[in-house]
């Protein structure tokens, strides 16, 4: 497991935690706030798991493509609420999260509790 491999991969998921963070900021300035509770919960989870994934992947864990798996599972969560929502910051950051999801997908393991 070389970081260089993983470039790719690191890329997708700080560029998907950088359109959730902004997602997040986003919503907190529409009108009506309580339509985005879900959206920014989902947003904030998602930026923080993407970005711990890319810190493990970077330092060469030995559990980093295991843990691909639950960024796989929050990348999809969260691009299903931002598609809901008719917001260009909302269809961003549902377009970066597919990718990091499928990304995720190529590259995760299954979970060995040794």
Do not use: F, W
Not at 8 to 35: F, P, R, T, V, Y
Not at 79 to 85: L, P, V
Not at 103 to 112: T, V, W
């Amino acid at each position: 497991m070389e970081t260089r491999n993983n470039h790719g991969l690191i890329q997708a998921l700080l560029d998907c935690a950088l359109a959730c963070e902004h997602c997040a900021s986003s919503c907190l300035k529409e009108e009506d706030i309580n339509m985005m509770v879900e959206c920014i919960k989902l947003d904030r989870d998602c930026a923080d798991i993407c970005t711990q994934a890319a810190r493990l992947l970077q330092r060469e864990s030995v559990i980093a493509h295991q843990y691909l798996l639950l960024c796989e599972k929050i990348c999809r969560l969260c691009a299903e609420e931002c598609s809901k929502h008719d917001h260009e910051h909302c269809r961003q950051c549902a377009v970066a999260c597919e990718e990091c999801a499928e990304a995720c997908h190529a590259h995760h393991e299954p979970i060995n509790q040794d």
